[in-house]
């Protein structure tokens, strides 16, 4: 009776054994769930309208560059998703198409289109303002950017001990025959000229 007992333990103890060999087997067979699935990309086309409010002409060989970016995190470079630089030939208002994963835009995140002109490395115009493109307000078609123009530095000279000449008086241009009008202030409160 007691080996009967032992053998019926033997082969339950055998099944059980074969039953977690083939679910070990059967899961291995399976898909890991845990293995990263390859995201689909589904790519977008984020138009945009680059202008700029003055009536100057660029010169020539300028240059815009676009970039939509994820500013969400502060302290932080901004993640470029899409850029577009662009040969610019014209006036404005520039077209510009930026593709862009749409897989990698996150509904919590804040996101920004900014826009430069430059010609030969200088800075001429760009965008100050945050443009986010998948705001509720910014629906639509064409999405608008506005750059405004980067002012040149001002010179570093003072009143006193430079000499300041004469170009026009009430808008008309000076000639000169003789000696150039001008006028220099000392530091001492006198003056010349």
């Known amino acids: ?70 500013v969400s995190k502060m302290d932080v470079k901004a993640e470029v998703i ?22 990698k835009i996150a509904d919590r995140h804040r996101y920004s289109v900014s826009a430069r002109i430059e010609n030969q490395g200088k800075l001429l115009y760009i965008s100050t303002t945050h443009n986010n493109p998948f705001a509720e307000d910014a629906a639509g078609d064409l999405y608008k950017v506005t750059v405004t123009k980067v002012s040149a530095k001002k010179p570093d000279v003072t009143l006193t001990n430079t000499y300041w000449k004469a170009v026009t008086i009430s808008g008309e241009a000076i000639t000169v025959e003789n000696k150039e009008p001008f006028v220099q ?9």
Not at 21 to 49: F, H, R, W, Y
């Open 1 to 70: 009776m007691a080996s009967d007992t032992f053998s019926s333990f033997k082969r339950a103890s055998l099944c059980s054994l074969i039953i977690l060999g083939s679910s070990l087997v059967l899961t291995g067979c399976g898909e890991d769930s845990s293995a990263p699935q390859a995201e689909q990309s589904s790519m977008k086309t984020l138009n945009t309208q680059i202008t700029y409010l003055d009536r100057s002409m660029l010169p020539p060989g300028s240059v815009l560059k676009v970039q939509l970016a994820d």
């Open 82 to 103: 899409s850029e577009q630089e662009i040969q610019l030939d014209g006036a404005p208002p520039y077209d510009v198409a930026l593709e862009y994963d749409e897989s």
């Open 185 to 193: 202030f000392k530091d001492d409160g006198s003056t010349n000229g």
